[in-house]
């Protein structure tokens, strides 16, 4: 090896002598590199295949081209823009415009659309009707949401804890294996009023958590509310060998009404540093900043600087930190709480694997891991971390925290393709073909459902066809499914076709929009939804 560098070191130099200053530039540097090659090729034809020389110069030149390769075939980086929001609702009905919480006037457009609330109103009444209807609080980021292509994926509630995943139309295919699930930690764990609810899911392959909290009250219950939080991150627990529990995930987004409190400083104090915005005075007693230096677990997690006045508590309808006193539970020394950050967001990316002497099954599970790491990196940058004080509804101000996700995609194609054939309308019965295009768990609760463009979730379909068999083979076939033209919308309209797979929990396919031709029969006779309605009427009338 020293005779090929010495060789190779000698063309270099004859080369290097000629060149001027900028050498070191882009250019430059591979125009050195090719007179060097045509330089090489050059001994090359000299060498005595037979010699050791020869040998060495052809292992060396093959672990260059093999480097090569590698760089080339690398999947790039794409990026993903997450918003993100956290909010004490306070039983509070939703305002009638959140344009401004969800930043819809920014030219960057989110891809993800995270928000968690926490004391949602949850009376009895209108908890009953929400476990039929969606809340108004969902029906609120559904409809402003739905019209701009969001689709809600995933959500979950556990009394007053909301949490909503939203998604573009463009990557739902990629958002797989989705499940949620609850802890309650309120009344000895029998009582959801604290706790945590989450979603986890994989997005492009990549499996993220998101986990959203609200925890024990008060100044003096910071080690309470520790122990809740490890609670939780214990026992949620969800199907799925790759990331069987929170701390599994390669990303964990851990959020909401921390009700953490900043001790020690006095009212005067603390409320000096807000009107002054000297926040960082504040930091070093904040309670979650102070126990990140002793719990190793909150080490791991990542939290953007608390550059923004705290958010808690305000008096209703008013920009005014709390101007009344209460009384302390069990305390009875009335005072007025003092402000504080307890509406956080905060993340982990899962560390890298350490090196293992002993070979067993979590060994090769964490060689796994580093080696996935290392072929699909996903980095993550916070872009924004503020408050937003124009909403004026409850004790509390809404967080926002806006990320940039960095990964590789693990997954460039959907499951399934599809489209509708032919023209389709009211009138007869329309045709949907659809093409697996990889393996996967396929079943025969399998459905394919008919959407109008702008739908809002998987449940907003218009009609529905159950797929062909439980056999979906991996193959060019081409299979087919019917549809009845009675549930077709007579009036028409853009329409996309999804695949929504059981097993996986999710949608795998969305066709390209296409046009459902409004009916001929129902012009010719009037029979449009509004005209039938209308006829009812009379004919109700008639009767009495």
């Not at 009609?463 to 083979?473: C, I, L, N, P």
Request: proline content about 5%; aromatic content about 12%; glycine content about 4%.
């Amino acid at each position: 090896m020293d005779e090929i560098s010495g060789l190779l070191g000698t063309m270099g130099r004859v080369r290097s002598d000629t060149l001027s200053s900028d050498a070191t530039q882009s250019t430059a540097s591979k125009l050195a590199l090719r007179h060097r090659l045509n330089q090489l090729m050059t001994c090359v034809d000299d060498l005595d295949p037979k010699t050791e020389l020869h040998q060495k110069m052809v292992k060396t030149l093959d672990s260059a081209f093999l480097s090569c390769a590698k760089r080339a075939n690398k999947p790039k980086k794409d990026n993903f823009r997450l918003h993100m929001v956290t909010w004490n609702v306070a039983t509070a009905d939703p305002p009638d415009d959140v344009a401004s919480l969800l930043h819809l006037n920014s030219p960057k457009t989110p891809d993800l659309y995270v928000i968690g609330l926490q004391e949602v109103y949850s009376g009895p009444v209108r908890f009953v009707s929400d476990m039929i209807f969606d809340d108004p609080w969902s029906q609120l980021f559904i409809s402003t949401l739905a019209p701009l292509n969001y689709i809600k994926v995933s959500s979950i509630r556990m009394q007053g804890l909301l949490l909503l995943f939203f998604s573009k139309l463009e990557h739902v295919p990629f958002i797989r294996d989705i499940q949620a699930t609850y802890t309650r930690t309120g009344i000895f764990g029998y009582w959801g009023n604290k706790g945590g609810v989450s979603v986890r899911l994989s997005f492009y392959g990549h499996m993220l958590c998101f986990l959203n909290c609200h925890l024990a009250a008060h100044m003096k219950y910071a080690n309470e509310r520790m122990d809740e939080f490890e609670h939780i991150m214990d026992t949620q627990t969800f199907d799925c060998k790759k990331a069987p529990r929170i701390i599994d995930h390669r990303l964990v987004f851990w959020f909401g009404d921390l009700n953490f409190r900043i001790q020690d400083h006095g009212m005067h104090f603390v409320r000096s540093c807000i009107n002054n915005q000297t926040y960082n005075l504040l930091w070093s007693h904040d309670q979650l900043i102070m126990l990140k230096k002793k719990k190793q677990l909150l080490q791991e997690f990542e939290e953007g600087p608390l550059d923004f006045q705290p958010t808690y508590k305000f008096d209703l309808n008013s920009d005014t930190y709390d101007s009344r006193f209460y009384t302390e539970w069990f305390g009875f020394n009335g005072k007025k709480r003092k402000p504080a950050w307890t509406d956080r967001i905060l993340w982990r990316v899962r560390p890298k694997s350490q090196p293992n002497d002993e070979q067993d099954e979590n060994d090769v599970k964490e060689k796994k891991q580093q080696k996935e790491e290392e072929e699909y990196p996903l980095k993550v940058r916070q872009d924004l971390y503020t408050s937003n004080m124009e909403f004026r509804i409850s004790d509390h101000k809404p967080v926002i925290g806006i990320f940039t996700l960095e990964l590789t995609k693990m997954h460039q194609t959907p499951l399934v393709s599809l489209h509708a054939e032919g023209d389709w309308s009211a009138d007869i019965d329309s045709i949907v073909l659809y093409n697996p295009l990889q393996p996967f768990p396929s079943s025969t609760w399998d459905w394919i459902g008919l959407y109008k463009v702008g739908f809002s979730s998987v449940s907003d379909y218009i009609t529905y066809t159950w797929v062909k068999d439980d056999e979906v083979a991996f193959n060019n076939e081409m299979m087919q499914v019917f549809m009845g033209k009675e549930e077709i919308p007579v009036r028409g309209g853009e329409c996309v076709l999804c695949y929504y797979s059981s097993n996986l929990r999710c949608i795998i396919g969305i066709s390209e929009p296409f046009k459902v031709q409004e009916s001929k029969v129902a012009v010719a006779e009037g029979l449009f939804p509004e005209r039938i309605n209308g006829l009812d009427r009379i004919a109700r009338s008639e009767d009495f």
